[in-house]
T-cell receptor, first 111, second 114 residues
């Protein structure tokens, strides 16, 4: 999973609670991405960031927020507005080449 | 709009036989195409990509894929399947200009039978 760490591996959310998923990379990559994976639906883009202090909404950004204060970090917050948060969340990074490299993922479950 | 189709949810193949996992795409302009593999509860691992040049691309673990512009396809192939190849395979596409968004297919589960 090449220099990208995600924590925790499993995360439990209670009703009305915001939770934050961590993504850190030591690859010195400029771009970072967050995807959500649901069975049978492939990966869907939540947010992406090309450089520090800048990020764009993906296809399913509602109920999520991100920040990019440091090059190596791109945390994702799942807010209480996200009514169906149970999924596998994947972080990826990319340098000037076209290949994305993925972290090991965080599985979010609702209590 | 960009899109990727993986028409088979699952592909079964006997060990030692050739395997093919299909992918077709739709994108305006020139495509960048990728294959990734995912093992249970893990992240995606990069297998190979087509950016430009030779239409036949060779990648990791003996996999290869052929870019066919007229058929808008990028099928993944391997001459001789291994049981350890059993996993979930994703095709992805990105337009060569104007966006850094990647679109993924829904995945194909490959099962190699001993």
């Amino acid at each position: 999973d090449g220099g990208i760490t995600q924590s925790p591996k499993y995360l439990f959310r209670k009703e009305g609670q915001n939770v934050t998923l961590s993504c850190e990379q030591n690859l010195n990559h400029d771009a970072m991405y967050w995807y959500r994976q649901d069975p049978g639906q492939g990966l869907r883009l939540i947010y992406y960031s090309q450089i520090v202090n800048d990020f764009q909404k993906g296809d399913i950004a509602e109920g999520y927020s991100v920040s990019r204060e440091k090059k190596e970090s791109f945390p994702l917050t799942v807010t209480s507005a996200q009514k169906n948060p149970t999924a596998f969340y994947l972080c990826a990074s990319r340098q000037s080449g076209e290949t994305q490299y993925f972290g090991p993922g965080t599985r979010l479950l609702v209590l | 709009a960009q899109s990727v189709a993986q028409p088979e949810d699952q592909v079964n193949v006997a060990e030692g036989n050739p395997l093919t996992v299909k992918c077709t795409y739709s994108v305006s302009g020139n495509p960048y195409l990728f294959w990734y593999v995912q093992y249970p509860n893990r992240g995606l691992q990069f297998l190979l990509k087509y950016i430009t040049g030779d239409n036949l691309v060779k990648g990791s673990y003996g996999f290869e894929a052929e870019f066919n512009k007229s058929q808008t396809s990028f099928h993944l192939k391997k001459p001789s399947a291994l049981v350890s190849d059993s996993a979930l395979y994703f095709c992805a596409v990105r337009r060569s200009s104007g966006t850094y968004k990647y679109i993924f297919g829904t995945g194909t589960r490959l099962k190699v039978l001993a």
